[in-house]
């Protein structure tokens, strides 16, 4: 039976939404990019409050598969490549977007379909940090971060029962 992560780092959606702004502030700073590309699936939900953010409308996804389970890395499967739409436009004005940077691998195989593209994260561990150009929170290579859209609320047992109320009078 193979065992869970080290650490755990749960994301809630309201942390998410800062964090994904936050990414948007650093972002415009920097400026001149006319097209976005989400590194499916974890990529969407930023790439959408990126591109809402600095008005940019034009939003690519290149569908990549590197995950197979919690904890399982294989290789990398690219699923869907990307179109002329942003192969054609100049390296430079496009920006990649992706949830997390793990070990790189991922961003490794994107950032050589486009090369001259700024590749930005949300999330990002020690062992992909080269591979980002810009990203909000750095958490430590044996965390797990579970985003909002892999978790669902479920009641929480109190640390103590509460004490049963007796009636005076």
Known sequence: MQSGPDKTFPVSWDMFHRDARA???????????????????????PAGIVARELGIRVIETVCVASYHEETERDKIDVLKPLTDTILLRPGAEVLIIDDLVDTGATAKAVREMLPKSHFATVYAKPQGLPMVDTFVTEVSQDTWIYFPWDTGLTFQAPIRKPQRATRRG
Request: net charge positive; proline share 0%; aromatic share 8%.
């Open 23 to 45: 990414l948007a502030w650093r972002l415009a700073t920097i400026g001149g990019f006319s097209a976005i590309v989400a590194v499916t699936r974890g990529g969407l939900v």
